[in-house]
């Protein structure tokens, strides 16, 4: 009695976890249960929770010679791996240069300049977005990553960030790091750098989560089926397949899964990221 | 030492990457001067995606100098997409199908290359080939821009055994009237049958305001479709669902069929090969009419254009002419599948006599397609109305006034 | 104790790839964005935005005869409305969430990568696997509810009101409470034990303690994941172009779906598309600054 009262918010607390946990989980399910029914019993037999008869032709026919053209999933999954990686290594390099400058070098200019990079912190980006367009024709880079990718990395939150971390770290070092005879590249690559690591993840969480979750810009500016990364291109598979339920949900799943392996593996490292973010703000 | 790790780790990983882009890449870089494919966008997403998908592969097997590679886009994609493409010339497709409805507006803002010099230096494509209408529409002010593929229209699926139990007789004379309907549909409505169904309404109340002699526009220029005729279409048609002799809100009326629960199904030509996939037992007919002596059907052409591309060589226009050239000639198989392909050269074929649109090929006058130069706003205009005033949310006055507002804005910054 | 130094280029050199990305891809953008507001561009024949004054904000805000006015009516009333409502959903949820796994349950750590889960997918992802949920004869949630009340029901879930709105804030909610879900988390196992424990022998019980401690305990976080979700939530999209393609009668028509529109549609309108971004971006900025004062006062 005496255990169970010791654990009483426990046992209540893990019931509703179950709880939570079928209200998030059923829904997938139930979809991933009906793209393994064939679309002739998805049409004819109506409401079913389990498949009738087992199927994977759904899946077996988004990977086929019809449709690899069309929908070339693995691709667009390829494309989508790196755009974030680019993105991801060009934010935390650019980005954390920029803020070993602001946070440890003097320089004229560089308060005000600062300054105004974070004022226009809360600038929304929806006004930039048709004269950037423009802006990617004028440079020939349309329908190309690099539409993706350069206008994503000069954001100024992850200065921000990283400069706030690196203001925390002791002046002395670099002092006596400098009296070893490091100029300030090597200071900033073989001292500041590894101290930041845990900024830098989140930062290049946000990174690489943004650019593999970012719909609306790729849709503009990618023309060419083949380079569309998987956000977009799931919108193909969404429209094409709109009386054809079992493909469109098998498509689906199909881009869920090298995220799932990813994030099994990163697990850890994504949870201990976000905890970091945060401390960051806290 | 961690984060030297990762960032090999990271490094690694972008490399591989980016040696497979640019795999493709240089594949593509290619393209511009000796890449020998023909990247063809259609908007063929169903079982016509099949169909076509058979006969570039029944081309490509022929060994062509330019193999053809096949794109399919969901229409409303495809028209949002192909301004952005053209006009910033990256990854233009070689060939395009668009709607003939689309040809005056677009040929107009420069989305096409002109076809004429390509067609003529080939030799193998020629207007006697093609149905008249067809043929003529995909000209524009004295330029060709489209070649025809076919001529699609909505037709009416009816499942025989239910025609058998509540109206054996309403086919006689191969039509279906509103007066016929009134007679039976809330005796079906009462055991759960629908009678007919909402499926792409622009389609039906089209093919119904045509019926009743209406038009898009009376001067050719400024829309004029909000009226007293086509207010009453749709009243009409949201009668129907209210009375539930059509099928609601939220129904996949292509399902209903295929479960025996809908009498008739008006539906594209081109959804032959889904009904036939379901194993009901259906036949097909003209749509529902209010008229039977003025049979309409409101219809489209899908024509083969070539988007502007700075790109473009005559050489490889030239292949593009031999690839719809061989479409006209080996087009059986888009007939087996629902429409009315374009060339006379089908009729060569014995088979099309036991396909189900017969009477249709038969009789390509019942086919009406729009000249309205604006064409392409009133479809994306209507499409919205066309579902919210039948189901009741939208009064059919206001909604066509908005849809008509949205034309003429869309006119007016033409 | 400032050292006088000699003018040195290294530090320049350090912030000067992001400076050049910083103008190019961002300050340029902003200023002719705020610019192409007072002017008439169609972006595929005009090189350049042509000045036309308030023109465009004359007829998006008073001519009622364009349909501009309509849309930025529609759109603007929308989005706010869709952010009233999915964005304290999207705090509370998480927030709820948070507390219980704070209690450590049996398999927390599980539970808490299996609730994060969904946010590492993309919007298209998760209306592809959502919709055929909702759909209305077949759908999961209609027949669940026609087991459970013995009757039948037939919602329409995504064209009809209020349902759709709900279709679409439910799986808003579902996408995105992961992140703020493990920054609650960490913010509250961040909290000293030892006032934890002084206000359990002090006899508070489960409730009065998270209002007592837990809750201003983490008042920064919530603070910092208000601001930056209302300001996602603004920038809706891709839930309503793909799961009701902003039906029933563009009841869920978003700004953002207008603004593509007309900016990139067949006929490019850019400026009127211009125009309606920057009051959306009005909107947001003083949005975020009324909620930056609102929560910094409870600090």
New interface residues.
Partial sequence: MEKFKKHR??????I??VL??IL?????L??FF?SVRS??E???G??S?LPDKLTFENYKELFGS??S??YPIM?WF??S??VA??Q??LVV???S??A???AR????G?NV?FWF?MA?M??????????????C?TLGI????WALI??N??G?FN?FLIRQFMAGIPKELDEAAMIDGAN??QI?YRLI??LC?PV?IVVAMFAF?GA??D??WPS?V??????LT????????????????GH??A???I??IP??IV?LFA?KH??KG??????V?? | MKLKKIAALIMSAVMLTSFTACGNGSDKEKGADGDKTITFWSVFTGGDGTAMQKIIDAYNATNPEYTVEHIMTEQGELYTKLPLVVNSQGGVPDLCIQHVDRIPSNAKSNMYLPLDNYISANGKIKADQYIDSAWNMGEVDGSRYGIPLDLHSYVTYYNKDLVEKYCPSVLDDGMITFDEIAGFADQAAADGVYTYAITWPRYELLSWYYQLGGTLSVDGKMPSFNNELFQKVFQDFADAVAKKWCTQDGDQPNNLFAQGKLMFLPEGTWTLSTVEYTGINFGETYMITYDTANMLQWASSHQFVIPRNDKMTDEKANAIMDFIAFVGENCYEWADYGQIPASKAVLNDERVNDLPQKFLIDNPGALVISDYVYYGAVVEALDTVAYEIPFGRVKPADGLQSAQQLVEDNIKNQ | MRKKRKWSITPYLFIAPQLILFIIFFLIPAVVGIFAAFSKWNIYTDAAPIFNGLENFRQILTDSATSYYTMFRNGMSNTVHFVLISVPLCILVPLFMAVILSFKPWGHKFFQALFYLPNIFSISTVVLVWYYVYNRNEGLINNFLTGLLGKVVDINWLSEQPFAWTAIVIITVWWCLGGNLVIYLAAINGIPKDVMEAADIDGAGPFKRFLKITLPGIMPQISYTLILTTIGQFNLYGQSLMLTAGGPNNSTYTMMMYIRELAFGSSSVAGIAASMALMVGAVMIVVSLILNKLTAQKD
């Avoid at chain 1, 918010?9 to 893990?14: C, D, F, G, N, V």
């Avoid at chain 1, 349309?142 to 990553?145: E, F, K, L, R």
């Avoid at chain 1, 990618?222 to 380079?227: A, G, L, T």
């Fill in positions: 918010i426990r046992i209540i607390a893990l509703l976890c939570l946990t998030c989980v059923t829904p997938m139930f979809s009906t679309e002739l998805i049409m004819t109506g409401f929770f019809d449709y053209a069309s691709k390829g494309n791996l790196f990686l680019v991801t290594v390099l650019i980005s240069t920029s070993y400058a602001y070098l003097d320089f004229p560089k300049l990079l226009t809360t600038f929304p980006a929806v006004i930039n977005i048709i004269p950037l367009y423009k802006i024709q349309i329908d190309t990553v350069l206008p990395i000069a100024v200065i300030k590249f900033y750098l590894p690591l830098l989560t593999w979750n719909y609306l503009i990618m023309n060419s089926v083949d380079k998987i956000t977009p291109g799931m919108q193909r598979i969404k429209s094409s397949f709109n009386t054809m339920h469109a949900i498509g689906g799943f881009s869920v995220t799932f994030y697990q994504f949870m976000m905890q970091m973010q945060a401390g703000k806290g």
